[in-house]
């Protein structure tokens, strides 16, 4: 059984880890919006909503590139 591959621009790749570790950077720093110390108005990515928010979108991203790469590269057996 074979286990063919997928081709994908190195570029490419270096986007999404980039977008990723972005998004991961935002979730880990995250805090509560209840932190009265918080500013509401300031970045949204500094509280939960926003940095969960954020880390979908760019999870969605990724996936929809990666499914996009693997239906543009032809099947060779």
Not at 49 to 57: E, H, L, Q
Request: a negative charge; proline letters at 6%; aromatic letters at 6%.
């Amino acid at each position: 059984m074979s286990n063919p591959a997928v081709t994908i621009s190195r570029d490419e790749c270096e986007r999404l880890i980039k977008q990723l570790k972005r998004a991961v950077g935002y979730c880990t720093n995250a805090r509560s919006s209840f932190d009265p110390d918080v500013d509401l108005m300031g970045e949204p990515t500094d509280t939960y909503p926003g940095a969960s928010g954020y880390a979908c979108s760019t999870m969605k991203l990724a996936v929809q590139s990666l499914e996009l790469h693997m239906l543009l590269t032809p099947l060779v057996e």
